[in-house]
């Protein structure tokens, strides 16, 4: 709490990892806004078959997992059918903002 308090949250998700508060760590490295912070929680959790904790990273630090990274984790590790809602999600967010950019471009032409 200290060392996220004051800014140095690769110190605090180390020491939340290694207390194994791992709901802090996914908390601070999205507090961080960092998405190679996040991505490295991500491979922790993949590489130590923590399959619940991977799944609620990706939930946690949605908006810093680049879906590339999500996807390859999973899929290297066995663990798609975690990444899935994830996965889908993302797609629909993709979709809703080509439709919107489609819907654009028509009204132009």
């Known amino acids: 709490?200290?060392?996220?308090?004051?800014?140095r949250y690769k110190q605090s998700i180390?020491?939340?990892k290694q207390d194994k508060m791992y709901r802090d760590a996914m908390e601070t490295a999205f507090e961080s806004s960092n998405p190679e912070l996040a991505?490295?929680?991500l491979r922790f959790f993949?590489?130590?078959?923590?399959?619940?904790c991977f799944a609620a990273c990706l939930y946690t630090c949605y908006d810093l997992i680049r879906p590339?990274?999500?996807?390859?984790?999973?899929?290297r590790h066995g663990?798609?059918?975690?990444a899935?809602?994830?996965?889908?999600?993302?797609?629909?967010?993709y979709t809703s903002r080509i439709d919107a950019?489609?819907?654009?471009?028509?009204?132009k032409e």
């Open 84 to 93: 899935m809602p994830f996965l889908i999600q993302v797609l629909r967010e």
């Open 68 to 75: 590339d990274v999500g996807l390859e984790l999973a899929w």
């Open 14 to 16: 180390d020491l939340s």
């Open 46 to 52: 993949v590489d130590n078959g923590m399959k619940e």
């Open 1 to 7: 709490l200290v060392y996220q308090k004051s800014k």
């Open 79 to 82: 663990m798609t059918d975690y």
């Open 39 to 41: 991505e490295s929680l």
């Open 101 to 107: 950019l489609d819907k654009k471009t028509q009204k």
